[in-house]
């Protein structure tokens, strides 16, 4: 597969906004409030079309008044390190915006939440092969970002941070201005990303906790390894439910974690795993539950497709098994099928996907939505890094 060309459109004192095949990707430099700063001067078009459509509604009904913003963003940004502190300020001040707002599409994922206004965060599914499962033993992880079709009417995004604080370099995959590590990888090749846990783990979220948005940006920004990952996931409870995909280049694993009854670390049987929205250590006292957006059939579809390919696994097979559909045309069940939605066809559809080969710090994004297309494109993490 051939690079993807990046094409510079803009600057902004230390950073720069690239785009490839419709991604945008601002790559930043400096302390956590220059690089907030580059990120909002480069970014406030598009995040002004993301707070249109997923804040703006809210405002407009009344069902989000000014006082619940300034809640959300006095949370926000009173409860996070200084580091989250000093990139808020810095989007403020590069955006020209209020920090009201600022934080608060920052926060929208758990506004939704609290709110009731989300049925789940999202219907995602990972899979992640490394050791004896793949092809010369690096990990390599697919992974569909499924949400709201909303959520394709502005741009995806690949941040990537250079800081020169002492902080980690990572790249996350999300949206304008929402900065939570949806899907992340730093410098150490140290991997995350989110699924919704809200239907297992209980629909709360508590206010008087740090958001785990932010929590989780920190942790990637220090830890160096996957042990030491899941230490820190193990030392925090989480303002709302989650499950999240973990890995370096030497394993992976997944956190089921509940806002109500802690975390639990799921390990795999051999060297792959798959993860989708529910719940399944046995300790947390649940029979193995379906979800809306169809996690069961989704696991046992990846895990099927993964056992196939057993020691085979590099980043063109795990492209190769993120495009295998869900569903057929007609509603029903693909035969030996995968995991992406290009199509609402339950409860969700897969805004986007992404496949990361850990040790060559290389990354592939696709849209497979077909108003919103674009096929696999290749990121070279270890180049903007440098």
Known sequence: MPDNKMTLLNTFEGGKLYESNGFLIP????????????????????????FDVVVEPARKQGGLTQDEMQTWSDRAYHSCSTRNRHWYDGVAEGTGWPLTKVCMLDQIMEYGIFQSKLHSFAGCTSILSWGSHSLDGGTFIGRNMDW???????????TV???????????????????????????????????????????????????????????????????ALISRLN????????ILSIADEHGGASMECSSLAGNRLR??????????????????????????????????????????????????????????????????????????????????????????????????????????VTDWTHIDLAALWK
């Open 27 to 50: 790559v930043l430099t400096g302390s956590a409030r220059e690089m907030g700063k580059q990120y909002g001067a480069l970014m406030v078009d598009h995040m002004q079309q993301a």
């Open 148 to 158: 709201g079709e909303a959520f394709n009417q502005f741009a995806q995004v690949l």
């Open 161 to 227: 941070r250079r800081p020169t604080d002492g902080a980690y370099k990572l790249a996350a995959l999300g949206w304008p201005g929402m900065y939570c590590p949806f899907s992340v990888l730093n410098e150490h090749g140290v991997y995350l990303d989110i699924h919704d846990g809200t239907s297992m783990g209980g629909s709360l979220v508590y206010l008087d906790r740090p958001s785990i948005l932010n929590v989780l940006n920190d942790i990637l920004s220090e830890t160096a390894s996957l042990s």
């Open 235 to 242: 030392g925090i409870c989480h303002s709302t439910s989650m």
């Open 267 to 372: 390990t795999p049987d051999g060297d792959s795993i798959a993860v989708v929205n529910t719940f399944l250590v046995p300790d947390w006292g649940l029979g193995p539950r379906e979800t809306i957006s169809n996690s069961l059939r989704r696991h046992a579809n990846m895990n099927a497709r993964l056992a196939e390919h057993d020691g085979k696994v590099d980043a063109a097979v795990t492209r190769q098994l993120m495009d295998l559909r869900l569903f057929n045309e007609d509603g029903s069940f693909a035969q030996n099928g995968g995991a992406t939605k290009p199509t609402k066809q339950d409860a969700d559809l897969t805004n986007h996907q992404i496949v990361t080969d850990v040790k060559r710090r290389q990354v592939w994004l696709k849209v497979p939505v077909p108003d919103y």
